[in-house]
């Protein structure tokens, strides 16, 4: 375990010299590379945003997967007059509406049906965006009923 003297330092060789360089570039250049990527919000906030709309479609299929498993047990347990009964109103409910929506147009100021058609034609063509949305929303409100219970 012997030290060399302070005062006899051994110098290092130039190719010594350049291969520290030479490290010393690629750690900085990996160190820059890395900050660049932390400092791109844009593609990070588009990876989140990624990885979100895929979890929510995940849960969307298993909760429409848990529902049309519930509806078929139910709809089996329900009697048939029940059922016949539940269609009768159901169309009826259906006409009732049809005549109301008839009735609402009519009475709707032109600017207002403007409005509502821009605002359909946007959720139209945000489709998947709003579904995504809806998804997010059905999954927090899952869980915050969960954590209540």
């Known amino acids: 375990m012997s030290k060399p003297p302070h005062d006899k330092r051994s110098t290092p060789s130039?190719?010594?010299l350049r291969e520290q360089v030479e490290e010393t570039r690629q750690e900085l250049g990996q160190t820059v590379e890395a900050l660049a990527a932390k400092a791109d919000v844009k593609a990070r906030a588009q990876e989140k945003a990624a990885e979100v709309k895929q979890q929510a479609a995940d849960k969307a299929g298993e909760l429409k997967a848990k529902v049309t498993e519930t509806a078929t047990q139910v709809q089996h347990k329900i009697p048939d007059p029940v059922i016949d009964k539940a269609a009768s109103a159901a169309e009826q409910a259906r006409a009732?509406?049809?005549?109301?929506?008839?009735?609402?147009?009519?009475?709707?100021?032109?600017?207002?049906?403007?409005?509502?058609?821009?605002?359909?034609?946007?959720?139209?063509?945000?489709?998947?965006?709003?579904?995504?949305?809806?998804?997010?929303?059905?999954?927090?409100?899952?869980?915050?009923?969960?954590?209540k219970g």
């Not at 207002?112 to 965006?129: I, P």
Request: net charge positive.
């Open 96 to 147: 009732k509406a049809g005549q109301a929506a008839h009735l609402l147009q009519e009475k709707t100021p032109e600017p207002v049906r403007q409005k509502v058609a821009q605002g359909t034609q946007m959720a139209r063509t945000n489709r998947t965006l709003l579904l995504a949305a809806a998804g997010v929303a059905g999954v927090v409100w899952l869980v915050c009923r969960r954590s």
């Open 14 to 16: 130039p190719d010594d």
